[in-house]
C-alpha cells in the first residue's frame, strides 16, 4: 500500500516536471561583444505553428554577411568565444545552410549588415526546438566577422567570433 502510494506520487511529480519542461515557448539571447570588437544585440525565439521563429536584431558589425550560428557550450567566457565550442549538432550532421537538407541545428546562415553596421534577421526554423533533448535553451548564440559559405565544413569558414551570448528561458 506504502509503495503504491510512493509510485503514485513519483509519477504525479514525473508528470509535472514534464509539464514544466515542455512549456517554453520563449527564449533569449543577449549578445555581447568578444574582446576587440563592438557587437551587440538581441536574439528571441518563439514557438510558433510549424517551428520557432527567430528574430534578431544586431549592431555593431561591419557591412555585409556574418556567420550566425548557435554553438554548442553556453559558455562566453574566452575573450574571443573559444569556450563556445563548436556548432550546436546534437543530430551529427554535416555544416550547411539554415535551408539545407543537410545542416547543424544550429545553422542559421548568415545576418547582413547595412552600411551603418546593423541588421534585423527574421526566420521561421523547422529543425530547432526550445524542449525535450534537443533543447536549445542553454547553448550559445555566436555571430562571426566572416560569411558563412554554407559548405566548408564543419563551421562554413566564417573566420574569427566577434559577439556571443547564452540563450535562456524568456518571459512568455
Ligand atoms: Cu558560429
Ligand atoms: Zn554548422
Redesign the pocket.
Known amino acids: 500500500m506504502k509503495a503504491g502510494i510512493l509510485v503514485a506520487v513519483s509519477v504525479v511529480s514525473m508528470a509535472v516536471a514534464g509539464a514544466r519542461a515542455d512549456s517554453v515557448t520563449k527564449a533569449v539571447a543577449t549578445l555581447s561583444p568578444t574582446q576587440g570588437n563592438n557587437v551587440s544585440g538581441v536574439v528571441t525565439f518563439t514557438k510558433v505553428d510549424g517551428g520557432v521563429k527567430i528574430v534578431a536584431d544586431v549592431s555593431g558589425l561591419t557591412p555585409g554577411q556574418h556567420?550566425?550560428?548557435?554553438?554548442e557550450f553556453g559558455d562566453c567566457s574566452a575573450p574571443d568565444a573559444a569556450s563556445?565550442g563548436?556548432?550546436f549538432n546534437p543530430m551529427h550532421r554535416q555544416h550547411g545552410g539554415p535551408d539545407s537538407e543537410m545542416r547543424h541545428a544550429?545553422d542559421f546562415g548568415n545576418l547582413d549588415a547595412d552600411a551603418s553596421g546593423k541588421t534585423h534577421y527574421e526566420r521561421l526554423d523547422k529543425v530547432i526546438s526550445l524542449d525535450g533533448p534537443e533543447s536549445i535553451i542553454g547553448h550559445a548564440v555566436?555571430?562571426?566577422a566572416k560569411a558563412?559559405d554554407l559548405k566548408s565544413q564543419p563551421?562554413?569558414n566564417?573566420g574569427a567570433?566577434v559577439a556571443c551570448g547564452v540563450i535562456g528561458v524568456a518571459k512568455p
Not at 556567420?67 to 554553438?71: A, N
Open positions: 556567420g550566425f550560428h548557435i554553438h563556445a563548436g556548432h544550429g555566436i555571430v562571426h558563412d563551421s562554413g566564417a567570433r
